[in-house]
């Protein structure tokens, strides 16, 4: 039986109102730039997809697959499962994450991605998660600030269940989940 979503963390109307603020930054940041967005599939796919209509900017966009939680609610290790394929030398790389929570992807996808001698890497994030920091990593442009929670909605799933929610929510039963 899979669990029901306890509260909504985020709306549908702050998620938006947000996107197309982060939008108008990046635009303005990356004006003069060979910008190439790289999407970081499943969970980032929604919040990509809505923050690739507010640039003003021309782009390339590239999908990269990962995963660490394998059907659960705590990583397991990094694996790469669908690679790059554009030419990311001397491009300007942002990458567009779901969430940050252990930073153990993000820093396994920045040490890939440097190994391509990009102009400059930057990280885009919906979501943040600084109390399960492992891995010291820089979030450049942040959606928002969460607690220790385990969240789906907007993309982010539990067992592929929920990415469909227009807004973040919080799963019952998260402090049995997280052994907290």
Request: glycine residues 6%; contains cysteine; negative net charge.
């Amino acid at each position: 039986m899979k669990p029901s979503v306890q509260s909504i963390l985020i709306t549908e109307s702050q998620i938006e109102k947000r996107v197309h603020e982060l939008g108008k930054q990046i635009s303005k940041d990356y004006d003069k730039s060979d910008l190439v967005l790289i999407c970081v599939l499943k969970g980032a796919i929604l919040f990509f997809a809505d923050l690739i209509r507010t640039l003003a900017v021309p782009a390339r966009y590239e999908f990269v697959q990962l995963a660490s939680y394998h059907n659960d609610t705590k990583s397991s290790g990094v694996q790469m499962i669908q690679g790059l394929y554009q030419d990311l030398f001397r491009a300007d790389v942002l990458i567009v994450e779901d969430i940050v929570d252990t930073g153990m992807t993000l820093d396994f996808l920045l040490n890939h991605i440097e190994s391509f001698e990009p102009t400059s890497v930057k990280v885009c994030s919906l979501l943040d998660k600084p109390d399960r920091r492992e891995v010291p990593v820089t979030i450049d442009y942040l959606g928002f600030k969460i607690p220790n929670s385990f969240v789906v909605g907007y993309g982010l799933d539990f067992a592929q269940h929920y990415r469909n929610l227009p807004y973040i929510g919080v799963l019952d039963g998260d402090s049995v989940a997280l052994g907290s």
